[in-house]
């Protein structure tokens, strides 16, 4: 799974990913990470532009290919796809230069309203649209996205430089 697009909003700290156990070779860390089934394991390969997540069957030491593909929903994929992604969000938290606003403003509403970041559109969990909502009457009070600065430009008659 290809998780690169993470890196536009989350910087690697070096120390950090060797810290969690990667290894640094030629400018890429990787991470070896074995699942609760042991007839699979995952490697996880971070870099300036790189952030991708294969998995391989034990026995034959060979890229398991269902999943890769988005199409396969079996269980088994389910499972593997749910634990890859408990740990690229782990990692996200531990490994790499978190946005301090946001935290900031995530520990506000915590402390304020007891309410968590949330993910309640279909997507892919690790995008950066998330909400805030107040527990009790369950309505949002903050939204977290992004919106790409040339959409901005259209509506403010701004030009950016490319």
């Known amino acids: 799974m290809d998780f690169s ?4 909003h989350h910087k690697l700290d ?5 810290k969690a156990g990667f290894c640094k070779d030629n400018e890429v860390y990787t991470l070896r990470q074995y699942f609760a089934d042991p007839n699979f394991y995952a490697i996880y390969r971070i870099g300036v532009s790189l952030f991708e997540v294969k998995v391989y069957e034990t ?3 060979e890229e398991y ?12 994929v389910a499972g593997l796809r749910e634990q890859v992604n408990e740990e690229v969000k782990r990692l996200l938290q531990t490994a790499f230069k ?3 606003v946001k935290n900031r403003l995530f520990a506000y509403g ?4 007891g309410s968590l970041p949330e993910h309640p559109f279909a997507e892919d969990p690790h995008v950066t649209a998330m909400v805030l909502r107040v527990k009790k009457a369950g309505k949002w009070y903050a939204l977290f996205m992004s919106i790409p600065a040339k959409k901005w430009a ?3 008659k701004v ?3 490319s």
């Open 65 to 76: 290919i269902p999943f890769a593909l988005k199409s396969v929903g079996t269980s088994l």
């Open 159 to 161: 030009r950016f430089r």
């Open 14 to 18: 070096p120390v950090l990913l060797e």
């Open 154 to 156: 259209s509506k403010m």
């Open 98 to 100: 978190q946005n301090d």
């Open 110 to 113: 915590q402390e304020r309203h």
């Open 59 to 61: 026995s034959f030491d």
């Open 5 to 8: 697009y993470l890196l536009s």
